[in-house]
């Protein structure tokens, strides 16, 4: 049996998931994120293996790449009978997700500051 070369997710790849982790961001999705930015293409399985990861979540956070347009799907059909196998391809680069993420995160931050400041303006008028 041939082994095949593979990238997995390392020490660097594991302090940006945890940093995403703590921006409120699923590890499972990190995790995801930073592989595909790493291959031009990739199955779920790719995924499982290089990132560690089950089957349900590779399919979760695929779906959530997918539904925030960072993926796009197609299939290749098999020689026979059988489904097609999924390939997915990276629409955006990482940095451009990143700058995605932080406007969003800045957002929410302008959310929260402008709460703070009507629940402070409610209480102090009492």
Partial sequence: MKRKNM?????KDEKAVEIFKELGMPKNLAKTLLYINQVDEFRSADVEQAADMRQ????IAIKELRRRGWVTKRDLKKEG???PIHIYTSTQKLSEILTDFEQ???????????????????????
């Fill in 81 to 83: 009978k059988g489904r």
């Fill in 104 to 126: 969003k995160k800045l957002e929410e931050v302008e959310t929260i500051k402008n709460d703070i400041t009507e629940l402070k303006n409610l209480i102090n008028n009492r």
């Fill in 7 to 11: 990238l997995v997710l390392d020490e």
């Fill in 56 to 59: 349900p979540e590779v399919c």
